[in-house]
């Protein structure tokens, strides 16, 4: 499995932009995948995830009512929609997937098998 991580950039508070995450490998719909990050010198925190089916998506509470996880299963792409984006959310932004069949949340880094690389997103004050 390879993930390809993509659309950060520079952006001003208030303003929004799209990631997206090529996937490559088996996909199945009870995988789930993950958008996480890391602010410079702090720990990789979760952001979101959704499965290949769409179902269970889960938010931090920091994103939440601001960030929108989806997938086009198809395409094997998965999105992350940020939108009234604060400074505090500047990081590098990384895809990962879980392979399982067991229902369930999972939000710690170490329960992703598949890393792509990271995509960094600055936003100004």
């Known amino acids: 499995v390879q993930l390809q991580a993509s659309g950060g950039g520079l952006v001003q508070a208030g303003g929004s932009l799209r990631l997206s995450c090529a996937a490559s490998?088996?996909?199945?719909?009870?995988?789930?995948m993950g958008w996480f990050r890391q602010a410079p010198g702090q720990a990789r925190e979760f952001v979101a995830s959704?499965?290949?089916?769409?179902?269970?998506?889960v938010y931090a509470d920091s994103v939440k009512g601001r960030f929108t996880i989806s997938r086009d299963s198809a395409k094997k792409m998965v999105y992350l929609h940020m939108s009234s984006l604060k400074p505090e959310d500047t990081a590098l932004y990384y895809c990962?997937?879980?392979?399982?069949?067991?229902?369930?949340?999972?939000?710690?880094?170490?329960?992703?098998?598949?890393w792509g690389q990271g995509t960094l997103v600055t936003v100004s004050s």
């Open positions: 490998g088996p996909t199945f719909s009870t995988y789930v």
């Open positions: 959704i499965r290949w089916s769409g179902s269970n998506t």
């Open positions: 990962a997937m879980r392979g399982t069949m067991a229902s369930g949340v999972w939000t710690d880094p170490y329960d992703y098998g598949y």
